[in-house]
């Protein structure tokens, strides 16, 4: 066992666990964190993505002390029950969730996305999602919300 | 007052999608309780054979662990669907790969996966078969047999005749024959199959991911010999399904609660993916042989068409996937003489299972495919084939259903072309093809879905809802049909909103746990929206009826008046509740035997056109663009009915290009994302939707079916239009670049084939078969 020390949606945690824990079963199964989903447990589908030091990577192919140090952020960070997140708004207005369980990876994606691409063309949403997989959307109302999400925070600034 | 805009028709935000949105949605995995340990299975790594000995290897703490064989159960040792020859556990002869032996259960999940692997099971093999052909090869081994059976190794036959085809061969003009297969496709709901059991008291009780709580029921009481009020399963959120965990539940829920039982604390078994993929259902394997009677000018006189799909080793739904396959082997075509012989047959791989469409994609892949055969011998345009043939109001279908709704296929073809720029595309492909190395085409599928069970179905289900008054004054509604991506929260509370003229967030909806909701049949069959949804409104009706004779509730009232008026009621009678059951329509008549009468009591009816391109020096096919015309009646939710169709269209591309499972010996050789792949969204063209919307009296609204049809169009468009591209007929889908290869790359393998013949060369009799 090891101390592992990061910051969790904006607060410093620190847990003990094996150093080779996946960060998936660190945040569902020591923090109790289950927004986080398991797909496929080797990196296929995306439904495990987090957000590590801005980064988006499947939580099912890192082990923990990778975030030694590291700032993480999970589905749980990003908005409320009173107050959503714009993705989170734009998922739910247009369409972008059907079963839910891609939808914390899918939205985490999202955001991903759009820091890189704050007016992302077809193309670059496309590509910039095809590592999450969706099974119910067939993706063209996530398409929707993410250019939803965009054209908000356009008109916002 | 009822609420200024109508709630059914609007985009009525998703009931549970605030949760889901925000991560906290509680699926099974997310569930922990108190003292609750982990469940797995050991399972057979042989397709056939019979047990000697079962070995618990050195290393494992044995003593720790709970240990379950057929030998624990206490009631039948089945696992009940239509039939009891599937067990719950192997006695002693295993019948396909994966087939549950013994279960194990432990705190520490990683031991747990060691104790699996140090079990060995000991067997002589017995001869095994994989396919349709082996299984019905006249020296097969007899691999399934039963009195309840038709014969051995085939589960079910069906035969459905109209008119007399036997007359029709002579004075036909043109003798068509093909014959089309379809692979399995595996579900791949994002979230595996899981399950919590919990055992007390003589009493037990599930929690999981499901479509259908009430089978899961049925079957808990017969492994268990409980009665039903012993018995209890309650649905939790479900991460997609798609037929997949419509019977699988019975299968894990019963061997979670054994081990529960057995070990007196819950237990949860939740599967991984390469667990799921390998052991559980996916679409049945199926090949269709056509043999068709046509006119010069291009009508169907008459058909033979046999229907055979590979059920695995078990009965399982195979009848009923087979009955929605013969059915929808006909098409929305005027077929005066007609003969469809249908079989399931037994194979040693796992058991075949449910997945949207239920049979109809195949058979309706074979007869898409067949049409474009039949127009290119006869000298027609595909689109002209089809337009001769069409049913029209007042026809009647292959089992002599009248058309009564106005139904109007001409004109949904005419708008699927425009909308797709089909003529132009067409007459601008032909120009480029031959002197790019990417070859263009364009095809389209045309097709009906039945909605609900089919023929005497509904009536055996005799389901029910309720709807009661909650503390808060709001109408709940009790039902068994789950939510599992397609809206069945969102449009029920639809349905009751608009019908109590109250908001539709003032409406909520029990989850479903059968120690309280009624069964309202399964959730399957494109039938909730129709079916179920036509008795929320019942119910919703009876609710105000039941106020108003009270005295309580005036003829218009506000949404307050309301609540005021319901807790009212419920203070002075203790409590509010109404209720609907399915009453069959008196116009609806249906022969179980013959297969004769009216199948479904509404079609869904619809024009597909897929757009692909076949890159000749990869041997790839890429869908650039789709078309998904189609009528479903009235559309209660359009974001929700939208993405149920975008997301059918993308499973359909998967089946038709991309989504092949490898078999070895029945044993699923890819079971794993890495290499089954599935549409990503840098796969997948635009997908446009077009509605037509003719209010069917049987669902609320105007409502019919939607879940299912997206299913059934796609895999022959799109294989249609990459006969356009290519000039070359492949008749199997999944067709994937080594498919394409395979025939491209070896023109005398295309040469060989008669199905390349062009119609001035064809003959009299015409054979698109290869061999």
Redesign the interface.
């Known amino acids: 066992m090891s101390i592992i020390t990061f910051t969790l949606n904006g607060s410093q945690v620190s847990v003990d666990a094996p150093p080779m824990t996946r960060l998936l079963d660190l945040l569902r199964e020591h923090l109790h964190l289950t927004g986080t989903k398991e797909g496929c447990g080797e990196g296929e589908c995306g439904s495990c993505s987090v957000l590590v030091d801005g980064e988006l990577v499947n939580s099912c192919l890192v082990p923990s002390l990778q975030i030694q140090g590291a700032t993480v952020t999970t589905i749980e960070g990003l908005g409320e029950q009173t107050h959503l997140h714009p993705i989170q708004q734009c998922f739910l207005e247009k369409g972008g969730a059907q079963c839910g369980i891609c939808t914390p990876g899918m939205i985490l994606a999202t955001h991903h996305l759009l820091e890189k691409h704050p007016a992302p063309t077809l193309d670059e949403i496309r590509e910039g999602l095809s590592g999450n997989l969706c099974r119910c959307t067939g993706y063209m109302r996530i398409f929707e919300a993410v250019q939803q999400t965009a054209k908000l925070a356009e008109a916002g600034k | 007052m009822a609420p200024k805009e109508p709630i059914v028709g609007a985009?009525a935000?998703?009931y549970?999608?605030?949760?889901?949105?925000?991560?906290?949605?509680?699926?099974i995995?997310?569930l922990h309780f108190p003292q609750m340990i982990h469940g797995a299975t050991v399972r057979s790594k042989f397709p056939r054979g019979r047990i000697t000995a079962i070995r618990y290897g050195e290393g494992v703490p044995w003593d720790e662990f709970t240990i379950v064989t057929w030998r624990d159960i206490p009631g039948e040792n089945t696992i009940v669907h239509l039939l009891k020859d599937h067990p719950c556990l192997v006695e002693e002869i295993v019948n396909h790969p994966e087939e549950p032996i013994v279960l194990l259960a432990h705190p520490d999940k990683a031991l747990l996966r060691k104790a699996v692997d140090a079990v060995t099971i000991e067997y002589e093999p017995l001869p095994a078969v994989f396919t349709i052909e082996e299984s019905e090869a006249p020296d097969a081994p007899v691999i399934w047999n039963s009195e309840a059976g038709d014969s051995p190794n085939v589960f079910k036959t069906y035969l459905m005749e109209k008119g007399n085809v036997d007359d029709v061969w002579a004075s036909a003009d043109y003798i068509i024959e093909g014959e089309y297969s379809t692979g399995a496709q595996e579900?791949?709901?994002?979230?595996?199959n899981g399950v919590i059991a919990e055992y007390t008291e003589e009493s037990v009780t599930v929690w999981g991911s499901m479509q259908c709580p009430y089978y899961l029921h049925h079957a808990l009481q017969l492994a268990f010999a409980l009665p039903e009020e012993k018995c209890r399963v309650i649905q939790v959120?479900?991460?997609?399904?798609?037929g997949g965990k419509e019977d699988y539940p019975s299968v894990i829920g019963c061997h979670a609660a054994l081990l529960a039982m057995k070990s007196g604390r819950p237990v949860k078994m939740v599967y991984?993916?390469l667990e799921d993929m390998a052991a559980t259902t996916k679409r049945h394997p199926s090949r269709t042989r056509h043999r068709t009677a046509v006119s010069k000018d291009g009508r169907l006189l008459g058909g033979e068409i046999e229907f055979a799909i590979d059920g695995g080793a078990y009965v399982t739904l195979s009848p009923v996937v087979l009955s929605r396959g013969t059915i929808h082997a006909a098409g929305p075509y005027n077929w005066p003489n007609l003969r469809i012989r249908a079989k399931a047959v037994a194979t040693n791989c796992p058991p075949h299972g449910a997945f949207r469409g239920f049979g109809a994609p195949q058979s309706i892949f074979g007869l898409e495919r067949h049409m474009d055969l039949i127009a290119k011998t006869v000298g027609i345009t595909p689109e002209e084939l089809r337009r001769r043939n069409f049913l029209q109001p007042g026809g009647s279908t292959a089992t002599g259903q009248l058309i009564k709704d106005p139904i109007d296929l001409n004109g949904m073809l005419t708008r699927a072309l425009e909308e797709s720029g089909y003529h132009a595309k067409r007459a601008e492909f032909t120009k480029t093809n031959p002197t790019s190395p990417i070859k263009r085409g364009i095809g389209f599928a045309t097709f009906m879905h039945g909605a609900g069970f089919t023929g005497s179905g509904e009536r055996r289900l005799n389901s029910l809802v309720a709807i009661e008054i909650d503390d808060e004054g709001s109408p709940e509604i009790l039902v068994s049909s789950t939510e599992?991506?397609?809206?069945t929260n969102t449009i029920l509370c639809q349905v009751a909103a608009q019908t109590l003229h109250i908001p539709y967030k003032n409406v909520r909806i029990a989850q479903p746990d059968t120690h309280r909701v009624p069964n309202s049949g399964p959730t399957v069959a494109s039938r909730t929206a129709m079916i179920v949804g036509k008795l929320v409104e019942d119910a919703s009706h009876n609710l105000l009826t039941c106020m108003r004779a009270s005295g309580l509730l005036e003829e218009t009232y506000t949404p307050e008046q309301f609540c005021h008026a319901a807790l009212a009621y419920k203070q002075k009678h203790g409590e509010l509740r109404a209720t609907a059951r399915y009453q069959a329509p008196g116009d609806i008549f249906w022969d179980d035997d013959k297969y004769r009468g009216d199948a479904y009591p509404a079609y869904a009816w619809a024009v597909y056109v897929a757009e692909v391109e076949v890159d000749t020096r990869t041997y790839m096919a890429e869908v650039k663009n789709f078309w998904a015309l189609q009528e479903v009646g009235k559309v209660l939710n359009p974001?929700?009915a939208?993405?149920q169709v975008?997301?059918?269209?993308?499973?359909g591309i998967g089946y038709a290009i991309y989504e092949k499972c490898v078999w070895k010996d029945g044993v699923m050789a890819n079971n794993?994302?890495?290499n089954y792949i599935?549409?990503?969204?840098?796969?997948?063209p635009?997908?446009h939707v077009l509605f037509e919307e003719v209010p069917s009296i049987h669902g609320p609204f105007g409502a019919k079916g939607i879940g299912e049809l997206p299913m059934d169009g796609p895999a022959p468009a799109i294989l249609n239009a990459i006969e356009e591209a290519t000039g070359v007929c492949f008749n199997h889908c999944p067709l994937l670049p080594e498919d394409i290869f395979d025939k491209l790359a070896n023109p005398t393998s295309i040469s060989a084939d008669s199905s390349q013949l062009q119609p001035a060369v064809a003959g009299p009799v015409f054979s698109g078969t290869t061999s």
């Open positions: 985009p935000l998703r549970e999608g605030e949760a889901k949105v925000l991560g906290r949605a509680k699926y995995d997310d579900q791949l709901y994002i979230e595996n959120e479900t991460g997609g399904a798609f991984d993916r599992f991506g397609q809206g974001v929700l939208k993405g975008e997301g059918g269209v993308a499973q794993q994302m890495t599935m549409p990503t969204s840098a796969d997948l635009p997908i």
